[in-house]
């Protein structure tokens, strides 16, 4: 298993029922996009709420191109896995119950999007909460191995090994960071759980983990990758010289802050009647338009107008953080730009997390299960993580052991050495980069677009030369990856020729009828 998110991490204790889990993260076991996660779950808990409404909420978000029938299983899923983690003593914020007088309930809050209030959360650090009730689960389980500071290189399957017949996965190849020594890992079932691909842009809300290493494994293997046009641009990550990429959550929004221009003016009202709780690709390119009307490098996000106790209490982590670089938020508007912040497409799965490719499976941001279409609805991809982790264990667990019977080859580097030169490592992560971010933005155009696809073209053969000539290491095996994925952006964005969800071209600024539903799928030939 590749990746330790929340995806990952629920899939191997369920399956190591079964046998020995191996978990390969190429940093330490708690850095993950889980950890990073500040809003919550999104389920139905609330008396007021209904499958329905989450289910009508998630569709009108994805504008159009979600799989109603993945957001149905999901959505009614969802709360009986929320329940597995409650059990496993995650500690969800809790209130004083109002039908019952001294007893307690769980404080339920509110993101864009939303027409209920359905967001469990631990006060403003979900995802690092939920990390460490799984962690410690896994902790305490003999069959399940982790292998920190180890990079997966590539997968190994059937096709690769020049074998015909329907294409499996049967292991990886991975790099033991501190001896340089690349490791074959034999596995009868693979999962990939890599996380999304953030660091391909030069703002950011991820961490530096984030660059689509599953996406482009699984695409090299020759598994489709759908939908990766649709990269979400979180509106609200703290603009200040000493941060670094600081998410500001959606949920100070959901609890009423307000966003203002750099003249204090409030503006979201007239981009949609939601206002600052519009969906995320709205309030982003509102933002992006504010500050190309103004020139201004930020907008506000003013929360002053609550009582500061009820602040400190609800977003104690953003409250300190923000107080750390000077800027008090109970007295003082939050300066915000959009920034990177989640793939929506993936590798092409169903429900269960299978992909093309047999025996390899895919989850969360790394996959396109349909749920998500043109844009996440706040907060669903952890409930997506759940679900889907649940039912690809389910589906490997009721399988008939079949292990493969070939023996894989170690790895050879052949004739390459020591790299000579990593300044051309550092140079063409920066380019690619920047050129994603100018080019390949929040708001995109065809020429803007065609510029970009030809700049990759020529640093994918540089890195491609590099790769061959010298020993890997991690920040090559990073750079070759992000510049897979910022291929397969560029391609996604010029196949789909309208403007839907996350995907904004000036050149066709509206959306096409006949585009509706329609996934944009992309294959490359195994073994290439």
């Known amino acids: 298993m590749l990746g330790s998110g929340i995806a990952g991490l629920s899939f191997a204790l369920k399956v190591a029922a079964k046998g020995r889990v191996a978990i390969v993260t ?17 389920a139905v808990i ?20 979600c799989h109603e029938d993945v957001v149905r299983v999901i959505v009614q899923e969802g709360p009986e896995r929320v329940r597995e983690l409650i059990e496993l003593v995650v500690r969800f914020s809790q209130r004083e119950d109002r039908q019952q007088p001294g007893a307690k309930e769980l404080d339920l809050g509110r993101e864009g999007g939303h027409t209920r209030r359905r967001i469990l959360h631990a006060k403003d650090v979900t995802g690092r909460e939920i990390e460490r009730a799984l962690l410690h689960a896994i902790s305490e389980n003999k069959n399940i191995q982790i292998f920190e500071n180890h990079f997966a290189i590539d997968l190994i399957t059937t096709h690769k090994l020049g074998m015909d017949g329907e294409n499996r996965c049967v292991g990886a190849y ?29 703002y950011t809300t991820n961490p530096d983990i984030a660059t689509g290493d599953g996406v482009a494994m699984a695409y090299r293997a020759g598994a489709a990758v759908a939908n990766m046009e649709f990269i979400q641009f979180h509106p609200t990550c703290l603009y200040h010289p000493k941060a670094k990429s600081f998410l500001i959550s959606e949920a100070v929004r959901g609890e009423g802050g307000i966003l203002k221009t750099f003249d204090r003016r409030e503006f979201m009202s007239a981009y949609h009647p939601m206002g600052s709780l519009a969906p995320r690709d709205i309030v982003a390119r509102a933002i992006d338009s504010e500050m190309k009307k103004s020139g201004s490098d930020h907008v506000w996000l003013d929360i002053t107008h609550k009582p500061a106790e009820f602040v400190r209490e609800r977003f104690p982590n953003i409250y300190n953080t923000c107080l750390g670089f000077g800027i008090d938020i109970t007295k003082e508007p939050i300066p915000v730009v959009p920034a990177a912040h989640y793939q929506c497409g993936g590798v092409l799965t169903n429900v269960d997390g299978e992909t093309e490719i047999r025996n ?10 349909g749920l998500h279409g043109a844009n996440r609805l706040a907060s669903n991809s952890l409930l997506e993580a759940l679900v889907c982790s649940h039912r690809a264990a389910e589906k490997i667990l009721a399988a008939r052991p079949n292990p493969f019977a070939g023996k894989l080859p170690l790895w050879h580097s052949g004739n390459a050495t020591d790299p000579d030169e990593l300044v051309v490592i550092a140079h063409n992560w920066d380019e690619i980069r920047r050129l994603m971010w100018d080019y390949v933005g929040i708001v995109r155009t065809n020429k803007r677009l065609e510029r970009a696809e030809a700049r990759i073209e020529n640093l994918q053969a540089e890195i491609h030369e590099y790769y061959w000539d010298f020993k890997v290491t991690s920040d090559l095996l990073e750079l070759r990856n992000i510049s897979v994925v910022a291929e397969l952006i560029i391609r996604s964005g010029q196949e789909r020729r309208e403007s839907r969800g996350l995907h904004f071209n000036l050149d066709c600024a509206e959306p096409n009828p ?5 996934d944009t799928i992309l294959r490359k030939n195994a073994g290439v």
């Open 514 to 518: 006949e585009l509706a539903r329609r």
């Open 46 to 65: 609330a008396q007021d709420d209904s499958f329905e409404l989450h289910v009508r909420d998630t569709l009108e978000a994805g504008a159009g191109l």
């Open 174 to 202: 991975v790099l033991q960071k501190e001896t340089g020594e690349v490791l074959t890992f034999a596995a009868e079932n693979v999962l990939l759980a890599t996380g999304g691909c953030g660091k391909v842009y030069l």
């Open 360 to 369: 390899l499976f895919a989850l969360r941001e790394g996959a396109c299960t």
């Open 26 to 42: 190429k940093k330490n076991r708690a850095e993950s996009n889980t950890n990073y996660a500040q809003g919550g779950i999104a």
